[in-house]
Structure formats: structure tokens, C-alpha cells
């Protein structure tokens, strides 16, 4: 990450997942990285989603170890509660679908809350979360995924409003939506042969490698793991 700052601080959110593990490894292996904090449902402290009072937990053990410069979100889901992805309207569930949102946006912006202001103000800082082109409007061209298309598009509104206000006190900083491509893990078992599916090593390479190359510009951005550009 060359374009953050020497021995700059970086934070792993879901960082026990597939691509959050592969993440903190990443970093690890960053001689300009000077510390990366690692938070998950089962670290100390850890953090629930649902719970926002795990968040600010986590959040005020980041503070203690001075501004951050790089926080990555690799929290989600696509099963939800035992079930997966629905296809068609007729299979919309109430519960279901409030708790795609509660994990895939609502969850994320209580991240974005709590994170944002740790922030450093005077340097190029980066906050980016795991998105997902189904979450894009535009390119939806299939339909089907309702509660997974739906919450990644709000969890991308969340992400965009709160770059606008960020931008007003730090304007360096970048934020960023992440396609991380079809990685090899739990969430895409289901969907893609493990042959088909990139490692999370080379996921987690190539969204750092995109990172580096944005550029602060006031709004969020929405790109893939190739560094490609995606319609919101």
C-alpha cells in the first residue's frame, strides 16, 4: 500500500472469515505496515454485527493505538439463517430479508460510524467495504438474490453518503465499494466448483492492489478486485 502513509495502521473487520484472514496476511507481509488490528466475532474484543455495542468496543480498542489509515470491512453474508439466496418474489421472507439488511448494511453502517471518525485527518486515508456487483442497480441484468442484491445496494448508498461527509474534514480520504471477485470460501461453495474460484490470497492481493491505485476524489467508488470500474 504505497500510497498510504510509512508505518501506516490498518483494521481488518470480519478478519476470520476467507478473505478477511487473507487480508490481515496480506498486510502482515507489508513492510510499510505498521500494525493491523484484526477484529472478528471471536477475537478480544470481538464484535457482533447486531450488536453495536460490540462495535464501539472494538472501535474504542482501535482508538487506544492512535489514528488509522487503511480500515477494510470484509464482514457479509449470502445465507441467511439456513437459507440462501431467494430467486424469485414468492419466496420473500419478512425475517429473512430484515436480516440481510441487519448483516449486510445495517451491521456495516454502525462500522462506518464507529470507525470513520478514527480516521486520520492530516494524511491519505482508506476505508473500504466488501460490496458485491450483484448490489449494482444497473448491471442487474438477471434479476433473483432479492435480499442480497438489495442490502449490498443499500450497504453502497451507506458507503457513498458517508464518503461525502468524510470528505468534508478529510480530504484525502478514499472509500471504496470492493467486488472481491468469486473467492474460494463458504459463501460461494454452494454456487462455484473450488476450481473455478480465485484463492482468497489472490482476492485479497488484487483489492489491495485497487486500492492503492485510487485516487481521493470526494465520493466513494465501486471497483472489482481487477481494479475495474462498476456502475453503482
Not at 477494510?72 to 453474508?77: E, I
Not at 449490498?152 to 470492493?178: D, G, H, S, V
Not at 463458504?186 to 482468497?200: E, I, N, Y
Request: proline fraction near 6%; charged fraction near 15%.
Amino acid at each position: 500500500m504505497n500510497r498510504l502513509p510509512e508505518a501506516y495502521r490498518a483494521v481488518v473487520l470480519g478478519a476470520s472469515g476467507a478473505i478477511g484472514s487473507a487480508l490481515v496476511a496480506a498486510l502482515q507481509a507489508d513492510a510499510r505496515c505498521a500494525q493491523v488490528l484484526a477484529y472478528s466475532r471471536g477475537s478480544h474484543p470481538g464484535f457482533d454485527l447486531e450488536d453495536e455495542a460490540s462495535i464501539a468496543l472494538c472501535a474504542a480498542h482501535a482508538a487506544s493505538h492512535g489514528p488509522l489509515h487503511l480500515v477494510l470491512d470484509a464482514t457479509g453474508a449470502l445465507h441467511i439463517d439456513g437459507h440462501g439466496p431467494e430467486k424469485r418474489l414468492g419466496a420473500l421472507d419478512p425475517q429473512r430479508l430484515a436480516r440481510a439488511f441487519a448483516v449486510n448494511a445495517i451491521g456495516p453502517a454502525m462500522l462506518l460510524k464507529h470507525f470513520v471518525p478514527l480516521l486520520a485527518l492530516d494524511a491519505p486515508v482508506v476505508f473500504a467495504t466488501l460490496s458485491a456487483r450483484v448490489g449494482s442497480i444497473e448491471d442487474n441484468r438477471t434479476g433473483g438474490w432479492y435480499g442480497y442484491r438489495a442490502s449490498k445496494a443499500a450497504l453502497n448508498m451507506l458507503l457513498q453518503t458517508a464518503a461525502i461527509e468524510a470528505a468534508r474534514t478529510r480530504p484525502l480520504a478514499m472509500f471504496a465499494a470492493l467486488q472481491p471477485g468469486t473467492v474460494a470460501s463458504k459463501l460461494s461453495g454452494p454456487f462455484v466448483p473450488v476450481a473455478d474460484a480465485l484463492t482468497p490470497a489472490a482476492s485479497a492481493a488484487g483489492m489491495l492492489a485497487a486500492l492503492d491505485a485510487l485516487q481521493p476524489t470526494g465520493r466513494a467508488q465501486f471497483v472489482d478486485y481487477r481494479g475495474g470500474t462498476i456502475p453503482w
